[in-house]
C-alpha cells in the first residue's frame, strides 16, 4: 500500500511538508546558471502529479530512473504560480504495488465492463451483436478494454478511463437516438463502444501512462480497425455493406483530418458518434482540472492543454453589478 501523509495532490499549497512515496513519470539532469547540476522530476501518485525539484542533486548521490517508486521528504514551494517540490531527500523504494501511483477511475471498471456488455446484448441487429460480443467477451481484449485509459493526459486519462468514457458515451448516444429516431440505434452504438477499442494496444499503463512502439507508428484508429476486422471475418457472411460503414465510423470519429482521422464523417451516425466523443472527451478533460485546481486561488484556471484556453471556474467570484439598461434599451 502507498506510504503518504498526502491525502491528495491537488490540495498541496505553498508550505506543505510532503513525506511520501512517489512513482517518477519523468526524470531530467540540468543545470543551474551557477552551472549547478539537479534533477528537474515529474512525480505521480494515484491522485495526480507534481513537478519536483532536486537541487544540488550530486550530494544525494542517487541512482534512480523514470518508472521507479521512490520515497520523498520535501516542502511545496510557489514557481512562478505553479506548486513544485523541493525535494530534500530521495530515496528508492522497493516492494511497492505500482497500481497504487497510478490515477484510476472513482467508479468500479468490471461494473462498468459489464453494463456495457449488457447493452451491447441488447442490440438488435444479429451481425452486430455478435460482433460487439465477440470482442468485449474475448478475455484478452476484454481485461484490457476494463483497465485501459482513454488517453495518457487530455482526457479519462487513468486506468479504467476507457470503459468509464464508453459508458457515459452509450448513454448519450440512446438519448440522441431518442431525439432523432430516423437514426441507426444499433450502428451508433457499436461505433461508440468500437471507436476507440484500438487503445488497449496503443497505450501502455503498466509502469505510468505511455504510449506502446505500435501506437506510436500506428495510432489507435488504424489499431482499432485491425482489431475489428479480424473479429468480423470470423462471423458468417457478415455484411460488407455494414462493415464499410463501421469501419468509416471508427476513421472518422476524430472528425477532422487535421485532427488524425483519415476520413470525415460522411452519414449521420458517424456525424453522432464524433460530437459525442468529442463531448464527452472535452467534458471530462474541464471537470478534471476543475478537481485538480480546486485549491487555487483566483476565477480561472491554468491554461486547458486539451482545449487551448483558460476556463472559468464554476464558482467565480468577480462582481461587476447589475446590467445597467442603454439608450438603445429605452424605447
Not at 29 to 35: D, E, I, L, P, S
Not at 116 to 129: D, K, M, T
Not at 304 to 325: D, F, Q, V, W
Amino acid at each position: 500500500m502507498k506510504e503518504s501523509t498526502v491525502a491528495s495532490l491537488s490540495k498541496l499549497t505553498p508550505g506543505s511538508t510532503v513525506q511520501s512515496t512517489f512513482l517518477i513519470i519523468s526524470k531530467e539532469r540540468k543545470t543551474t546558471n551557477a552551472g549547478s547540476p539537479y534533477l528537474d522530476l515529474i512525480l505521480q501518485d494515484a491522485t495526480g502529479q507534481i513537478r519536483a525539484k532536486v537541487w544540488d542533486c550530486d550530494r544525494l548521490h542517487l541512482d534512480i530512473e523514470e518508472d521507479e517508486i521512490v520515497r520523498v521528504n520535501g516542502v511545496v514551494e510557489d514557481y512562478q504560480g505553479t506548486r513544485q517540490l523541493k525535494v530534500k531527500n530521495l530515496a528508492r523504494a522497493e516492494g511497492l504495488p505500482l497500481q497504487d501511483y497510478l490515477p484510476h477511475s472513482e467508479e468500479d471498471p468490471a461494473v462498468l465492463l459489464a453494463k456495457v456488455i449488457e447493452r451491447a446484448r441488447q442490440v438488435s441487429n444479429p451481425p452486430l451483436r455478435a460482433l460487439l460480443l465477440a470482442i468485449l467477451e474475448d478475455p484478452s481484449i476484454a481485461d484490457r478494454y476494463r483497465q485501459a485509459p482513454a488517453a495518457t493526459s487530455f482526457h479519462h486519462a487513468y486506468l479504467g478511463g476507457l470503459v468509464e468514457h464508453v459508458h457515459s458515451l452509450l448513454a448519450l448516444g440512446d438519448r440522441v437516438v431518442d431525439h432523432y429516431p430516423s437514426l441507426d440505434r444499433d450502428l451508433i452504438v457499436a461505433g461508440l463502444i468500437l471507436h476507440d477499442l484500438g487503445k488497449v494496444d496503443e497505450l501502455t499503463y503498466h509502469r505510468g501512462l505511455r504510449y506502446t512502439t505500435r501506437g506510436k507508428l500506428l495510432g489507435h484508429i488504424a489499431l482499432g480497425v485491425e482489431i475489428v476486422r479480424d473479429k468480423a471475418r470470423a462471423i458468417p457472411d457478415f455484411p460488407l455493406e455494414l462493415w464499410d460503414r463501421l469501419e468509416h465510423i471508427i476513421l472518422s470519429h476524430h472528425g477532422k483530418l487535421e485532427f488524425g482521422s483519415p476520413k470525415e464523417p460522411a452519414f449521420p451516425e458517424a456525424l453522432v458518434v464524433h460530437y459525442l466523443d468529442d463531448l464527452d472527451s472535452k467534458l471530462a478533460s474541464m471537470t478534471a482540472q476543475y478537481s485538480a485546481e480546486s485549491e487555487q486561488e483566483g476565477d480561472w484556471t491554468t491554461r486547458n492543454r486539451a482545449l487551448g484556453r483558460e476556463l472559468l471556474k464554476p464558482a467565480a467570484t468577480e462582481k461587476h453589478g447589475p446590467i445597467r439598461a442603454t439608450p438603445s434599451d429605452s424605447r
